[in-house]
């Protein structure tokens, strides 16, 4: 029979069930708020969003590698994607981009011609995506590779050395 004390044990358990319901619920609402909005930034051109460049490097070949990966599946979808996030990239922090500015010195110019230059490209490759012209998606790639490849045997060093005090290429 249901006791005043069986009673009182079912209505705590049901309150503890619809608070871990609700927290489990808004949690859930709150992660994929912020992956939709963290997703949005990353996808708009010109974004304001800044990131340290050496993460932004990391996240540009985390986008090469979808692009591959969508090469080797035909799936232009995520070809697309992967140009669309190379072409809206993270700014570099203006601390970080100043003390760039001072490492090249003079040879500053050709290193915003090189990310310039490579989002130029990615804005290409987002419309051959669209358009599924694999012809123009390979050269596309091939140039964008090209681009980050020149840059980084121009700059890399000089860069990293200026930014984390260090020349190990394992860092």
């Not at 003390?99 to 050709?110: G, P, S």
Request: hydrophobic share 40%; with cysteine; glycine share 6%.
């Amino acid at each position: 029979m249901n006791s005043p004390k069986h009673m009182h044990r079912r209505r705590i358990g049901r309150s503890t069930a619809k608070l871990i319901t609700g927290i489990v619920m808004a949690t859930t609402l709150a992660v994929g708020a912020a992956s939709a909005q963290d997703a949005r930034q990353r996808a708009e051109p010109d974004s304001p969003q800044v990131r340290p460049l050496k993460y932004l490097m990391v996240a540009l070949g985390q986008d090469m590698n979808r692009i591959n990966d969508g090469l080797w599946h035909e799936d232009y979808e995520m070809i697309r994607n992967g140009a669309q996030a190379i072409a809206g990239h993270p700014r570099v922090p203006p601390e970080q981009m100043a003390a760039i500015r001072e490492a090249l010195d003079e040879r500053f110019q050709q290193f915003v011609g090189f990310d310039q230059h490579v989002h130029g490209v990615a804005v290409e490759l987002v419309d051959a995506a669209e358009r599924r012209d694999l012809v123009d998606i390979l050269n596309a790639y091939t140039r964008i590779q090209n681009g980050c490849t020149s840059c980084h045997t121009a700059f890399r060093d000089e860069v990293r050395a200026k930014l984390y005090g260090h020349l190990d290429p394992s860092n």
